[in-house]
Nanobody
Framework: VQLQASGGGLVQAGGSLRLSCAAS????????MGWFRQAPGKEREFVAA????????YYADSVKGRFTISRDGAKVAITLQMNNLKPEDAAVYFC????????????????WGQGTQVTVSS
């Protein structure tokens, strides 16, 4: 499985960005995809995840009410709509597919995209 993330960029605080992640290859077993982020000097942290069949979405407390994860139609793809961005949201954002285990742990994810940079100016 290959994951291609896109949509990062530079935005002022309070602005919005939309990230996309498309999966290719043997994607039939994908049932949950998620977003993580990693800022310089910090550990990779969970942002959001969505289950394919139930469409249940899960969010980190720090992004609830500001970020929305969704499936991209019939594709094996997800988007992350980020509104009211704050300087502390700046990081490299990674999409990933859940292999097994709890949804908010990086160790539960098997395939990872290359990351897309989000920069928020204050």
């Amino acid at each position: 499985v290959q994951l291609q993330a896109s949509g990062g960029g530079l935005v002022q605080a309070g602005g919005s960005l939309r990230l996309s992640c498309a999966a290719s290859g043997p994607t039939r077993r994908i049932h949950t995809m998620g977003w993580f982020r990693q800022a310089p000097g910090k550990e990779r942290e969970f942002v959001a995840a969505i289950n394919w069949s139930s469409r249940n979405a899960y969010y980190a407390d720090s992004v609830k009410g500001r970020f929305t994860i969704s499936r991209d139609g019939a594709k094996v793809a997800i988007t992350l709509q980020m509104n009211n961005l704050k300087p502390e949201d700046a990081a490299v954002y990674f999409c990933a597919t859940l292999r097994g285990g709890i949804y908010d742990s990086p160790g539960s994810y098997g395939y990872w995209g290359q990351g897309t940079q989000v920069t928020v100016s204050s």
